[in-house]
């Protein structure tokens, strides 16, 4: 053996472990680079895609905002003055056109957008404008835009919902047309936009110094670009088309992207956070898998369980944690079994709850309903039919319950029509009548017919006979005002229990209809049109001349009437001295001629037309204070709106909207916003409150529009405000 035999192998040794490291430097690298250029391109994708969806976003707010204008300019369009220059443009008074100016006005001064508003009247091909200037359509500036011969203006209709509006564009101008709402072409509101104050928010989106926003218009024209000075040989990196026909761009400089160093601190940083987050992980992984098996254990051996604890004895900790198991589940089991018997229970306690009207909550109230197994909608129509029989009766509670109980086991319902029976604490069996959101009106009135006659033959199966009485209520929509056909049917039995007639069905159901037709008498009365309460009046008396139906006399169909007038005139809280008009009536000696009881309720019936139509007007003017009161002790709620005031006070927001307007003088919006400016004042005098937790404390969304508001209301921004006080 030779002596450099050793040194030979020491050198060959090293020579591949030389390699093998070479080899792993290399593998290292190579997976380092194909790492490098994964998250590189993720990266660029991100940015990208964060481009992508500001350009959405953008895009998105335009369409809001525009399709708000839009709604506003609707709500012009719905102004009665308005509504008269543009369907009867020759009867216009010269005080009718000085209101549509006032309108046109205050519409602007409302919506910063709105440079200037014009509405056009298409039958005389006129323009107004918020001068009081009256033109000629074709001679006015801005026919160019309005022309559909005009090559120049692009045309885009922008939909949303109930709102379509026109969008035009030319030569850099934008404007809405929003058209009268009847399908006749009477007329439109056209409203030019101020584009700056349109755009403005993108100045914030991107710094000028990385890039820039644009909006470029269908025909190739620039709208609107964030940055003054820009090279003309960058193009948008990203662009969006919007439901605006514009085209909304975006580029960033060559600078955003990620760099070799950055991507190696990132590998770095990220390769000991990896290790360090598996120890931090087995640690917490291994201590939260323990716990349980420790309690579980201690729950087992707990000393209160002796018997479960004898039966572990000589058993390990698993086999001990599978019968703790299994006996939790078996206990589930039967709770669960518990709870499906008490279902029927809390079922009938949630109906009861619907029916007294008690608050419940409409978005958890649909999986309330089905977790108890009921078979009702909460947006289905409802109509409640209701049974019972005198107190003064005999055995009334044992009666009742044998009239529940076959009810409940004879009870068939279909797909379309389903109900459910409880007997209430007064002995009246109540029947909840859910009906199918397709079927019709009259298809859901025959059904409660149907249900009505089954209740009444039931009753007599029962023994009950001619002691039963039935009410119905009519149809509602939604369970949540399922009170209401409750509290009609109730008033009707006891009505009927009341009046324990023996008239038949027929009567009943006869003088049901001429309360109806009394009812045509009362709705216009109440709402002002007295000349068609008047109409009403005299097709209601032609009606009884004319009746061939004899099971009412003739005054038991005037009663009808005068005594719905009667009754709805003490709903109003109409004082006494009004209430006289009624004796000639009542003091009258029955039965009277046909021509003198004729001539009583015509006298009667005009007298009550007009103190109907004089207490309506006092009802509206009670609606719009009490939206007064809610909004003076919600003004601070940003949330706060028209329909939610609407259904404080129980009526339509568009008939609120236009009553307070006509009684107030201001729209909603603006004596919400004048509220709100008033608590802003006080908070800013004598609080340290931040302007911008002022304006939040005030009701406003934003700090932009507290600054807006406050300032178009007071003539200076809140800062100066405070420091003025």
Request: glycine share 6%.
């Amino acid at each position: 053996m030779s002596v450099f035999q050793p040194f030979k192998s020491r050198k060959l040794f090293f020579k591949t472990l030389l390699l093998i490291l070479l080899m792993l430097v290399l593998l290292f690298l190579v997976v380092g680079w194909l790492f490098y250029l994964f998250i590189t391109k993720s990266y660029e994708a991100r940015n990208q895609y964060s481009q992508q969806m500001t350009l959405n976003t953008t895009s998105e707010y335009v369409d809001l905002e525009l399709t708000d204008l839009g709604r506003s300019m609707q709500q012009v369009l719905w102004d009665t003055d308005v509504v008269r220059v543009v369907l009867t443009p020759d009867n216009i008074t010269y005080e009718i056109k000085s209101e549509v100016k006032k309108t046109l006005a205050s519409f602007e001064s409302e919506n910063p957008l709105v440079e200037s508003a014009y509405l056009l009247t298409y039958t005389d091909q006129m323009i107004y404008d918020s001068y009081g200037n009256q033109t000629p359509l074709e001679e006015h500036g801005i026919w160019e835009m309005l022309n559909p011969a005009d090559e120049q203006t692009v045309r885009t209709m922008l939909s949303q919902g109930e709102i379509s509006s026109e969008i035009l564009t030319r030569l850099g101008q934008v404007a809405i047309l929003q058209d009268f709402p009847t399908p006749e072409e009477n007329g439109a509101l056209l409203a030019i936009i101020d584009t700056d104050e349109l755009f403005l928010f993108m100045q914030d989106l991107i710094e000028p110094e990385y890039g820039y926003m644009g909006i470029v218009m269908a025909d190739g024209q620039t709208l609107y670009m964030t940055a003054f000075e820009k090279d003309e040989n960058d193009g948008f990196s990203q662009t969006y088309l919007g439901k605006t026909g514009w085209s909304f761009g975006i580029w960033q400089k060559s600078t955003e992207r990620l760099y070799l160093e950055d991507a190696l601190s990132m590998i770095g940083i990220g390769a000991v956070f990896l290790v360090a987050l598996s120890v931090i992980l087995a640690l917490v992984f291994s201590f939260n898998i323990y716990q349980p098996i420790l309690k579980l254990q201690n729950f087992v051996s707990d000393s209160s369980l002796a018997e479960t604890a004898s039966v572990g004895k000589g058993k390990n900790e698993l086999e001990e944690v599978g019968e703790a198991y299994a006996d939790t589940v078996k206990r589930n089991t039967v709770l669960e079994n518990e709870l499906d018997r008490a279902a029927p229970l809390l079922r009938e306690r949630l109906y009861m709850n619907l029916l007294k009207g008690s608050d419940v909550e409409k978005v958890s109230l649909g999986k309330r309903l089905k977790e108890l197994g009921s078979p009702f909608d909460a947006d289905a129509f409802y109509m409640v039919v209701m049974g019972g029989i005198a107190e003064s009766q005999e055995n009334t509670d044992v009666r009742m319950m044998n009239l529940y109980q076959r009810r409940k086991d004879l009870a068939v319902w279909n797909a379309r029509c389903v109900g459910e029976e409880l007997l209430t604490d007064e002995n009246r069996l109540v029947v909840i009548l859910g009906f199918d959101s397709g079927m019709s009106l009259a298809e859901i009135n025959r059904c409660g017919r149907v249900v009505r006659e089954e209740l009444e033959k039931d009753g007599r199966e029962c023994a009950l006979g001619e002691d039963l009485r039935v009410g119905c209520g009519r149809v509602y929509e939604g369970i949540l005002n399922l009170h209401f056909s409750y509290d009609e049917a109730r008033r009707k039995l006891f009505h009927e229990l009341y009046q324990m007639s023996e008239e038949e069905d027929t009567v009943w159901e006869e003088e049901q209809k001429w309360e109806e037709t009394a009812h045509t008498v009362l709705e216009p009365a109440l709402d002002g049109r007295r000349k068609e309460a008047e109409e009403a009046l005299e097709l209601y008396i032609q009606k009884v001349r004319t009746a061939a139906d004899r099971e009412i006399s003739h005054s038991e169909q005037y009663s009808v009437l005068v005594n719905a007038m009667a009754e709805e005139l003490i709903r109003l809280q109409t004082p006494k001295d009004k209430m006289d008009i009624f004796e000639a009536y009542y003091s009258s000696e029955q039965p009277l001629e046909e021509e003198n009881l004729e001539k009583i309720v015509r006298n009667v019936g005009y007298q009550a037309i007009q103190v109907l139509e004089s207490s309506g007007r006092d009802n509206k003017n009670r609606y719009v204070r009490l939206a007064r009161e809610y909004i003076h002790e919600h003004a601070d709620d940003c949330m706060l709106s028209l329909d939610r005031v609407a259904d404080s006070v129980g009526i339509h927001p568009a008939y609120l909207s236009r009553l307070f307007y006509d009684i107030s003088g201001v729209s909603f919006v603006q004596y919400v916003n004048q509220c709100r400016v008033e608590r802003a004042k006080v908070l800013l005098t004598q609080t340290k409150f931040s302007i911008q937790e002022t304006g939040f404390k005030s009701g406003f969304n934003s700090q932009q529009n507290f600054n807006r508001v406050f300032k178009k209301w007071t003539g200076m921004t809140p800062s100066a405000y405070r420091k003025q006080a």
